[in-house]
């Protein structure tokens, strides 16, 4: 059974930093899988917040987050983080992690880990 773990959440201050973990658990070849990190924020609809391919190299991020996050991976471990750096209150959300199968497309989610960015 393919299980997908978020940590890392929590209250910080603006300005400050968090770093979220994704483990990922009953994946065959996790390299395979291109990882994701998604958010949703009160009342506004889940959004992409960076991913990085299956290959680790490539990366891409929303604008609103852009050269604040750091999404990387770590195949050994079959993890992959989400660094988050200078904080705003607009960060605030559930921040979910996604697993897609390169070569089949088949996705699976985690449960989410909630940040709060306030003073």
């Known amino acids: 059974q393919v299980q997908l773990v978020e940590s890392g959440g929590g209250l910080a201050q603006p300005g400050g930093s968090l770093r979220l973990s994704c483990a990922a658990s009953g994946f065959t070849f996790f390299s395979t899988y291109a990882m994701s990190w998604h958010r949703q924020g009160p009342g506004k609809e889940r959004e992409l917040v960076a991913r990085?391919?299956?290959?680790?190299?490539?990366?891409n991020y929303a604008a609103s987050v852009k050269g604040r996050f750091t999404i990387s991976r770590d195949n050994g471990k079959n993890t992959v983080y989400l660094q988050m750096n200078s904080l705003k209150s607009e960060d605030t959300a559930v921040y979910y992690c996604?697993?897609?199968?390169?070569?089949?497309?088949?996705?699976?989610w985690g449960q989410g880990t909630q940040v709060t960015v306030s003073s």
């Open positions: 990085i391919f299956s290959n680790g190299g490539s990366t």
């Open positions: 996604k697993a897609v199968r390169s070569s089949s497309g088949a996705a699976y």
